[in-house]
């Protein structure tokens, strides 16, 4: 059945792929935007565009407060958008949100599930992210508020660049790699990483659209279907460049000594965190198929970036 669904953030790499698939799927879109991202996009013919800024009260009270919406899509929300979002749009049936499972770490289980504490500040979780999470359940809770919050694992795909094994997203290390350079790392190779395709994302938000009843109140992880090592991950890249490059060892904290941009916190600390995690509760309840693995999704952002010229 059709619904009339508010995309905002609808220029950006995810939103724009939610209002895409939501289009095809047949319902009625409405993309939000401040129409600041000079960004490559996707085709969003069919999309409905609103210029306007989801932080401005005034905006959600005048403007998409009047609007006739069945679910509101987020995918980079904050505590003060969603409590002017609980305030001012009660005529929205389901709101969906974009969280991230680097809310788990570090992983006390193999697959981490849906049930795996998160609440806590860790030395190394989004506790941030932690926050307005519990946030959104309590207001579900209290006040019957419909949230939904998906939890992606690191993104891959067309349209950023990849993850690499100095903990971000540096396309200096791909670079290296394609020049056939030395490159040092700390020794990594038998790390979990889990990563899902942004298209793949952007299914689950709308084939959750389905499910209004099953998915309000409720967290699901999306990530692709298994687990790889950080070993095999930089082999796909390796092979898929074409690579002669010589891979050194060194401890992650003495990185900075040879690379000063390369940091622990939030980059080395978290890539050294395992991550395995299970996506059946997802699958059962609104059908979520990822499409790609990791190594897949991870050659199609390093095509992008050659693509593009990145690389």
Known sequence: MSKKILVLGATGEIGGRIARLAVDAGHQVCGVSRGLNHREQVDLTGVEMLIGDKSDETFVRD????????????????????????KYLKQVKNFFFCSSTGTFVPLQYF??????????????????QSVRDAYILELWKKEKFP??????????????????????????????????????????????VQSGYNWD?????????????????????????????LGQYLQTAIDFLGSKSNIEHCPAEKLKDIYPEVTMKFRMDFLLQP??????????????????TTQEGLIEALQWCKNTGLL
């Not at 697959?111 to 941030?128: G, M």
């Not at 795909?157 to 020049?179: C, H, N, Y």
């Open 63 to 86: 403007k998409l407060a009047k609007m006739d919406i069945d679910v509101l899509i987020d995918s980079v929300p904050n505590i003060k958008n969603i409590e002017s979002y609980s």
């Open 111 to 128: 697959p981490a599930d849906e049930k795996h504490p998160w609440r806590d500040e860790t030395a190394v979780n989004f506790y941030s």
């Open 147 to 192: 949230g939904t919050i998906f939890r992606p694992t690191n993104i891959i795909g067309q349209g950023r660049v990849p993850l690499e094994l100095w903990g971000a997203r540096d396309i200096e290390f791909f670079r290296k790699l394609k020049r056939a350079e030395t490159i040092t790392i700390a020794p990594c190779e038998h790390i979990m």
């Open 201 to 229: 994302l952007a299914s689950a938000f709308v084939k959750a659209i389905d499910q209004p009843e099953a998915v309000r109140g409720e967290i699901f992880i999306i990530s692709c279907k298994h687990a790889i090592t």
């Open 275 to 292: 991550m395995c995690l299970d996506i059946s509760k997802a699958e059962k309840t609104f059908g979520y198929a990822p499409t790609r």
